[in-house]
């Protein structure tokens, strides 16, 4: 067995969400829960300073890590500025419940997809180790592996807000192996962004399986990826990484 280590990408690939940030219910209620703890905002001074706060983070992350290529940002350094904006010190409980509570405001649907508990435990069976490798906020992705009860799946989970990095920056992927103590040459990349999973992996110069999905982005030509499920189907997937 050449492959031991398997480095899994979540949302469209191992499940499917839709969220909505624009819709207008969603910035009134945020701004009750914000002005139930003290900090007045409409909802449109909501939104706006929301939206500069995420670019100042931006802005901070890129001057912190000059070396990456694809950054991210911690959400919850957006809800605390968003406080202290209107001079109110915030719990890290409350930040964290903030952020949970934007997130369920936001989030039409979460289901895992068909298969995949099933995968992961034959996966395991076979002596595969299972990552999660996400480009996401760990403070909305963590509390929605434990609804679709797949926390205790993975031998690890590393997501880009942890790291301030991500997906395709080759950082992002060292940082995992580091941390988990991998191999490169044991360890494969699955995913369905051909622009974020594959490339990221091609550039870090490991194999990659390409999962074609419901939230597969558009994109023409080939997926550059080394194998291919082209009709997102999980035994597929299965098969396919028994294999190799």
């Not at 939104?47 to 500069?52: E, G, K, L, S, V």
């Not at 719990?91 to 289901?111: C, K, M, P, Y």
């Not at 580091?178 to 594959?198: E, Q, V, Y």
Request: glycine share 6%.
């Amino acid at each position: 067995m050449s492959i031991q280590n398997i480095l899994f990408d979540f949302y469209g690939t191992l499940a499917g969400i839709h969220t909505d940030e624009s819709r207008k219910e969603l910035w009134r209620c945020l701004s009750v829960w914000y002005q139930s703890h003290g900090a007045a905002y409409t909802p449109l001074q909501l939104r706006r300073d929301y939206r500069q706060s995420v670019q100042e983070e931006k802005r901070l992350a890129s001057a912190r890590h000059p070396q990456y290529t694809a950054l991210d940002i911690r959400i919850e350094s957006v809800f605390e500025r968003l406080y202290a904006g209107r001079d109110v010190h915030a719990s890290s409980d409350v930040i964290a419940e903030t952020a949970l509570f934007f997130r369920t405001l936001s989030r039409a649907h979460i289901r895992l997809y068909p298969g995949v508990r099933a995968m992961l435990a034959r996966l395991h069976k076979e002596g595969r180790r299972c990552y999660l490798l996400t480009n996401a906020q760990a403070a909305f992705t963590l509390p929605e592996l434990r609804l679709l009860e797949i926390s205790d799946c993975f031998d690890g989970c590393m997501i880009s807000s942890q790291q301030e990095c991500a997906k395709p920056d080759p950082h992002f992927f060292q940082a995992a192996l580091d941390a988990f103590g991998l191999d490169k040459k044991d360890t494969i990349m699955a995913g369905n962004d051909p622009r974020t999973d594959i490339a990221g992996a091609n550039a870090f110069g490991i194999d990659s399986v390409y999962i074609h999905s419901d939230l597969s982005p558009e994109w023409t030509g080939t997926a550059g990826s080394t194998y291919t499920v082209l009709d997102g189907d999980i035994g597929k997937q299965e098969k396919l990484l028994l294999k190799l």
